[in-house]
């Protein structure tokens, strides 16, 4: 259809936001396209068949997308791999909003202390959302300056990853609070929360009680007890028989069998290099991924640290986290300058998981708001 047909407003839409209308509409319809064909040509049918029927979805979910981004970046993928000063500056971007995520963790442990209110917050669940949207939280105050250098200090400290070895549930309270009162040595509270209150003092927050949080439990359990009075079956869980292993979306060995049998050369190709563009060195990731980006920077003096191996990865560590911390300055005015004059902030968010969550969130709080009717309290959160 064109779009331009008897739609003056659309005409009235400046060029650029014209193009990128028509962007969505192509990419909507690529991914239409694509999910069509995995769904329905008969060529797939053995692959899926030798997994469990219900990870096929959401492969073909994470599928479906992956090759859309192949199909429109492939090319530029082809012609530069990486900018090396955006990288950075992306890097560092993402992570300037880790000092909001502490922020908000630690008005979390206040709010279930309930020595706070927070606006909007309703239900402990509500944290896990802002985690997802902490550059829209409209509760957080602005990063300030001395924020901003303590994070610096971070970036230069031992516990900095350019690459965090996981992504952090910046807001998972219940496991970062068993850690709290346990023995076990393994922390996995981000280090970047550590440092935080190493510096700031304010590790204490953690020990706060969840006044909050039991509550919640109550009202939830009263629900569950009741509903499992009236509906028994739906309790009596049975696990399915299948025994095929599940599909998993992120599976990288599935999806690398998938693209090798069914695409086309040109689709493999691009998989080739924005996926897995270093298979010249035989079985060891992190000295591949050290000497690509070694041999993006350029001409680097090596560290030693060693060994050959342990010297090429300390330098390209070094160099990445110099990169970082260089491009923080900037990413950080460029905050500022947004802050100043009202311009919204790009994100990452994953607007199917945020659904996702939201969905999940909307039935908890439908199972409290019961539980307090079963306990003959209003049908409110002012509890």
Excluded at 12 to 23: F, M, R
Excluded at 90 to 115: M, V
Excluded at 164 to 188: A, C, G, M, T, V
């Amino acid at each position: 259809m064109d779009l331009n047909e008897g739609n003056e407003s659309f005409n009235d839409l400046s060029k650029h936001a014209q193009e990128e209308i028509k962007k969505t509409i192509d990419r909507d319809k690529l991914l239409a396209e694509i999910e069509n064909d995995l769904k329905t040509n008969p060529k797939y049918k053995s692959f899926f068949e030798k997994y469990h029927p219900s990870s096929i979805d959401s492969f073909i979910t994470s599928y479906k997308y992956k090759k859309s981004m192949w199909i429109e970046y492939g090319e530029i993928y082809t012609q530069i791999e990486q900018d090396t000063v955006l990288k950075y500056s992306e890097i560092a971007y993402e992570r300037l909003w880790d000092i909001q995520q502490k922020k908000l963790f630690d008005l979390q442990c206040q709010w279930r202390a309930e020595s706070i209110k927070l606006p909007g917050v309703e239900i402990t669940d509500d944290f896990r959302i802002w985690e997802h949207l902490i550059t829209e939280c409209p509760f957080l105050s602005p990063i300030s300056e001395s924020e901003y250098e303590l994070y610096r200090d971070f970036i230069l400290s031992p516990g900095f990853e350019v690459y965090p070895l996981f992504n952090e549930d910046w807001q998972d309270y219940d496991r970062y609070k068993e850690e709290h009162y346990s023995d076990n040595d393994d922390i996995s509270l981000p280090e970047w929360y550590q440092f935080y209150d190493s510096r700031m003092g304010t590790g204490t927050l953690l020990g706060l009680p969840d006044v909050r949080g039991k509550k919640e439990e109550f009202y939830s359990n009263l629900y569950h007890k009741n509903d499992k009075k009236k509906n028994p079956e739906e309790y009596n869980f049975k696990p399915n028989p299948d025994t095929r292993p599940p599909l998993y979306s992120l599976e990288e060995k599935a999806i690398e069998e998938f693209v090798n049998t069914y695409e086309e050369p040109k689709i493999k190709e691009y998989y080739r290099i924005m996926e897995n563009r270093y298979e010249d060195i035989d079985h060891d990731d992190d000295l591949r991924e050290a000497i690509e980006i070694l041999r993006q920077a350029g001409s680097i003096e090596l560290e030693y640290a060693g060994t050959w191996r342990e010297s090429i990865l300390t330098t390209a560590k070094n160099y990445e986290i110099r990169c970082v911390y260089n491009a923080f300055a900037g990413v950080y005015k460029n905050y500022l300058n947004r802050l100043k004059t009202g311009i919204g902030f790009e994100t990452k968010k994953d607007e199917e998981l945020v659904k996702i969550i939201e969905t999940g969130i909307g039935n908890i709080k439908k199972h409290i708001l019961r539980g307090r009717v079963l306990n003959n309290e209003p049908e409110d959160f002012n509890f």
